[in-house]
């Protein structure tokens, strides 16, 4: 089992930055891959960002070149940096844990973006 907090979600204005952190414990040793996703009202779960153990990125088209992911591994914790925040990046934000087979999902913190 993988447990995962999110902490770092709130209101921010057009143009703000906000910086999401995932703590991530339990059978963590062997986690392939972390990533962020979103989920706004009446929308689809979607992918924002994913980083795998070799440190390789990846991002939603959306978001490049304004989000960006990082870990910290003597904390156990991702991160994703958010910059020049826009309404449409409202949504819950959740963080995600792949090992082998599974993934494991934290309970989602808010981000509101105010125009």
């Known amino acids: 089992q993988v447990q995962l907090v999110e902490s770092g979600g709130g209101l921010a204005q057009t143009g703000g930055s906000l910086r999401l952190s995932c703590a991530y414990s339990?059978?963590?040793?062997?986690?392939?891959?972390m990533g962020w996703y979103r989920q706004a009202p009446g929308k689809q779960r979607e992918l924002v960002a994913t980083?795998?153990?070799?440190?390789?990125?990846n991002y939603a088209e959306a978001v490049k070149g304004r989000f960006t992911i990082s870990r910290d591994p003597a904390k156990n914790t991702v991160y994703l940096q958010m910059s020049s925040l826009k309404p449409e990046d409202t949504a819950v934000y959740y963080c995600?844990?792949?090992?082998?087979?599974?993934?494991?999902w934290g309970q989602g913190t808010q981000v509101t973006v105010s125009s």
């Open positions: 995600r844990a792949t090992r082998s087979i599974y993934n494991y």
């Open positions: 980083m795998a153990r070799d440190g390789s990125t």
């Open positions: 339990g059978s963590s040793f062997s986690i392939t891959d």
